[in-house]
């Protein structure tokens, strides 16, 4: 079987090792490993996202498809008197991501394995994401599609999209689920997109 960052358990050999990434003026420690996502520096969609979501203290956040944790961690850090939930299907990365929320001295997150919204409980006032497009159009639009469900009224959906991975059928498909959609940052060629549940 072909290995992927979205596999749910990765076959290639594990070589764990500590990266440091440095986001909104600060620097995180992180283990990461082959297998996983962007494993050596952070993406520049991730980044963009990091910069651009609209995190309030308190907030209840899902960080869908964490990877080794970049994207939750510093939510828990905007969120201090939130909480953060991270998921994803891969457990080498839901693994790393749990080493990584102690490693940042991190007490407002906890990691755990989920396929797509499986093992979710419960609601959030944003949900957060770099999703997986290698993965599929359909895993991307299913995640748009349950993402209501998993939202307070009020509460929104954040997502970064490459411009040439589908940003059109993404910022169409959350128009329509949402019926609204709002670009909140435009840089090198990715874009976030931001759509509220609401009463309206
Ligand atoms: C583009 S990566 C982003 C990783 C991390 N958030 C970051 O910014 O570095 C997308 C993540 O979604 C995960 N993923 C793919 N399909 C999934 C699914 N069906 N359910 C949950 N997570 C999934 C992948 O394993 C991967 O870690």
Known sequence: MSDHYYSKEPTSKSEP???EIEVLGQVYRLYSDRGVFSKS???KGSKLL??????????????????????????????????????????????L?????NLNGINNAFAYSSEGFNAVKGSFDLIVSNP???????????????????????GGLCLVVQKKQG????????????NNVDILARSGGYR?????KGTF
């Open 41 to 43: 520096s952070l993406d």
């Open 97 to 101: 991501a749990l080493q990584n929320i």
């Open 192 to 196: 976030v997109l931001f759509s509220k």
């Open 17 to 19: 090792k500590l990266i």
């Open 50 to 95: 990091i910069e651009t979501m609209p995190i309030r203290p308190t907030d209840r956040i899902l960080d869908w498809g964490t990877g080794y944790g970049i994207i939750g961690l510093v939510a828990a850090n905007l969120a201090k008197q939130g909480q953060v939930e991270m998921i994803d299907i891969n457990e080498r990365a839901v693994n």
């Open 132 to 154: 997986p497009f290698r993965a599929g159009k359909a895993i991307v639009h299913e995640l748009v599609d349950k993402a209501p469900n998993y939202l307070v009224e009020g």
């Open 167 to 178: 940003a059109e059928s993404l910022t169409k498909k959350m128009a329509e689920v949402f």
